[in-house]
């Protein structure tokens, strides 16, 4: 590379790295530069798309593992997180809420990591283990940093595990608990609803998590689903393509209550859509698409529902046709 | 789906703009400019749709409690630009993909691309890791948890210019890996 050329990546690079800042004001600096050369846009939007593309699913902290150094400039990894400690605590007093919607708190190494996604946004995190997770707006995750143990506080994810026999992946889902035996699935849990439904590979379902003697676990194979209300389950059979259909935009259902239907698109699109409560038991069976554009979404959904959709207030309201 | 939206309502040269939204006398005064920003992004003649399409998204938040509207309106340019720039280099990438794995279900990451993909941050990690722990550090607070550098430097007590370069080293590490060459140089403006 030339010394011209890598000195306008240079600028790109910062420019992308200044922008990516919420407090970001500079508008007339980044535009005189734009305008400068005409060459600019195109090197900007480049690297600011491999960088989202190198960056995508990064993990909050660094790997755990000691990698090979091939810096000699690094502390020791106990120095380090002493250092980083102090940091986060203060951190946690602000009350530090990244752009990206969700929050890290790391109060002591003993208290769970939160990770938690707002209404309307998602997010693609990578656990310690390799485990891919693709959360849903409005979720909320725990892992525990001491055993990397993962509980689901509510909400809706998708669980990409990278099997490893002798660490069983297992998820604590309020009492009942998942452990995969190497797979992919969903889950999704409001209220007293837990869903859990397997696109690839086998889980075992354990409606109380193990702790009773009993061996009442559940072996869910890809394409099914195991939804439980009040302690009461059923298993059944789902389109195994359509599981975690959601990071797509694509919302599916077969035979639920309108209400759960109206939760979902509230978590997809991020802004409320309420129905009223004998309209939330109509059933609902059929798939529709939710994208950035709220009220094409909410449209869509009322469009094949049989409803009708209208503002009230920051959200939506449904109402049957006619 | 889209034909739900008007696509344009001319009243004359100009397209309406509710003039009650919280929002729309600041738009207004700050159209030139976005128009300006769209152009000089590369907006060409889109950019007249695309500025639509601004106030579309604007009309349809409650315009409340947005601390500054003009940064806000630059932001939402901005990233109207980045989402046509992905789109872009999406559809380029699917059709390359396709002639490679036609066979793939759409909407499924295949096995192979989950493997990329984890590939690629087992590198992302070793190359952070190799600028040394506050580095990667001060890097995912700012790229993955999106916090502000001023908050940043903030939490570890140390300057604002001390955060840009730790930041610029990991930037210009991701780069130039990604290029598959030497260090990118130069003292850019922070």
């Avoid at chain 1, 790391?106 to 283990?129: K, Y």
């Avoid at chain 2, 009243?11 to 976005?34: I, N």
């Amino acid at each position: 590379m030339t010394g011209a050329a890598s000195h306008r990546l240079a600028e790109a690079l910062d420019w992308a790295r200044r922008l990516h800042d919420p407090d970001f004001a500079d508008w007339d600096g980044h535009l005189a530069w734009l305008e400068a050369d005409p060459a600019n846009a195109a090197l900007f939007d480049a690297v600011s798309l491999d960088l989202e593309a190198a960056t995508a699913g990064l993990a909050p902290e660094p790997a755990p593992e000691p990698l090979p150094e091939a810096a000699n400039d690094n502390p020791p990894a106990g120095v380090g997180r002493r250092w980083w400690l102090g940091s986060a605590l203060a951190a946690a007093l602000v009350g530090v809420i990244g752009i990206a919607g969700w929050t890290f708190r790391a109060e002591a190494p003993s208290s769970p990591l939160t990770i938690a996604t707002a209404l309307g946004q998602t997010r693609a995190v990578r656990l310690a283990d390799g485990t891919q997770v693709a959360m849903n707006g409005g979720t909320t995750l725990h892992v525990d940093r001491a055993t990397r143990a993962v509980s689901f506080g509510e909400g809706e994810a998708y669980f990409d595990v990278v099997h490893d026999p002798a660490r069983p992946f297992r998820l604590q889902i309020g009492a009942a608990s998942v452990e995969d035996i190497g797979t992919a699935f969903n889950v999704r849990r409001h209220d007293k609803m837990i869903e859990v439904a397997v696109r690839t590979g086998v889980v075992s379902f354990d409606p109380d998590g193990g702790t009773e003697p009993d061996d009442d676990a559940v072996i869910l194979k890809a394409g099914q689903a195991i939804r439980i209300v009040d302690d009461r389950g059923a298993v059944r059979r789902v389109d195994r393509a359509s599981v975690g259909g959601w990071r797509t935009g694509q919302l599916s259902y077969g035979d639920v209550a309108l209400s759960e239907v109206a939760n979902d698109l509230s978590r997809a699109i991020g802004q409320p859509v309420r129905l009223a409560p004998g309209d939330g038991m109509r059933r609902f069976s059929g798939t529709f698409k939710v994208d950035a554009d709220a009220a094409t979404s909410v449209r869509r959904f009322a469009a094949i529902s049989g409803m009708r959709a209208t503002r009230d207030g920051a959200g939506w309201r449904l109402t049957p046709e006619g | 789906m889209r034909a739900l939206v008007p696509r344009r309502i001319v009243l004359g040269e100009e397209w309406r703009v509710t003039p009650t939204h919280p929002l729309a006398e600041t738009f207004l005064a700050q159209r030139p400019v976005l128009l300006r920003y769209l152009r000089a992004r590369g907006a060409a003649e889109e950019a007249e749709d695309l500025l639509q399409d601004l106030w579309l998204k604007l009309a349809s938040t409650s315009g409340q409690g947005v601390e500054r509207p003009e940064s806000y309106m630059m932001r939402m340019a901005h990233n109207l630009m980045l989402d046509r720039a992905r789109a872009t280099r999406r559809r380029l990438t699917r059709d390359d993909d396709y002639h490679r794995d036609g066979a793939e279900d759409g909407a499924a990451p295949s096995a192979l691309a989950d493997l990329i993909a984890r590939e690629r941050l087992d590198q992302v990690d070793r190359l952070l890791a190799a600028l040394g722990e506050r580095t990667d550090r001060i890097f995912r607070r700012h790229r993955v948890e999106g916090v502000a550098q001023r908050d940043i430097a903030a939490e570890l007590g140390i300057s604002l210019s001390a955060v840009e370069k730790h930041l610029q080293k990991a930037y210009r590490a991701i780069a130039a890996w990604q290029r598959g060459d030497g260090a990118v140089s130069g003292e850019a403006r922070t």
